[in-house]
């Protein structure tokens, strides 16, 4: 069991900003941002490179969450990044697709 389907699960604490029956979105315990929050799926995808064609409404709903989770965190008007890292040299760590949702601050690009 992935360290997020323990959060899922409610076996580990979490700062919950939003759900519903398909997505959780919890804030990072090691933020590189003021605002810095996790959405994923419930269901395990391990990673964005391993999703199915089947998984394309799961997909197609978690990124159509992102506009009310910044919402609730307070940078939709501000702006944001959207991550999602795929594979050790990405900066995946952990197995289960998750988006990093990133703001509260001018963000460079490229980022260092």
């Not at 997505?23 to 994923?40: G, T």
């Not at 991550?83 to 509260?104: A, F, Q, S």
Request: proline share 9%; net charge negative; hydrophobic share 40%.
């Amino acid at each position: 069991m992935t360290l997020f389907e323990k959060i899922v699960a409610r076996q580990i604490p979490a700062d919950i900003v939003y759900e519903d029956d398909q997505v959780l979105a919890f804030r990072d315990i090691n933020p590189q941002a003021p605002v810095h929050v996790l959405i994923i799926p419930k269901r395990l995808i391990p990673r964005i490179g391993e999703a199915q064609a089947s998984d394309a409404a799961l997909l197609g709903h978690l990124l159509t969450t992102v506009p009310e989770v910044a919402r609730r965190v307070g940078v939709s008007e501000g702006g944001y990044r959207l991550v999602i890292n795929n594979g050790r040299d990405g900066g995946e760590t952990v197995p289960h697709l998750h988006c990093h949702l990133l703001g509260g601050r001018p963000l460079e690009w490229p980022p260092g």
